[in-house]
């Protein structure tokens, strides 16, 4: 939010501070990309024949059932 720099949050202290479901993509005025968008477009760009996708910082990742490399790998893994 760079109207408002204190409101930055990394998708893991969202996940720590709200627990969203998998299915949100925001939460409390916080847009994110959740297990269930990251699947999505991942499905998406596996259909549309493109090359791959972008991570921007793994170091910003959740852990456990929320964490979007395993959601990443689970489904690229899945044919």
Known sequence: DTANPERVRTYREIIEQYAPPAERDEVDGLFYNGPDL????????RAAG?????????????????SLLGVIHQTVGAR
């Open 50 to 66: 493109l090359g791959g996708v972008m991570l921007w910082e793994l170091g910003q990742d959740a852990t456990g059932e929320q």
């Open 38 to 45: 990251v699947r999505a477009k991942l499905k998406y760009s």
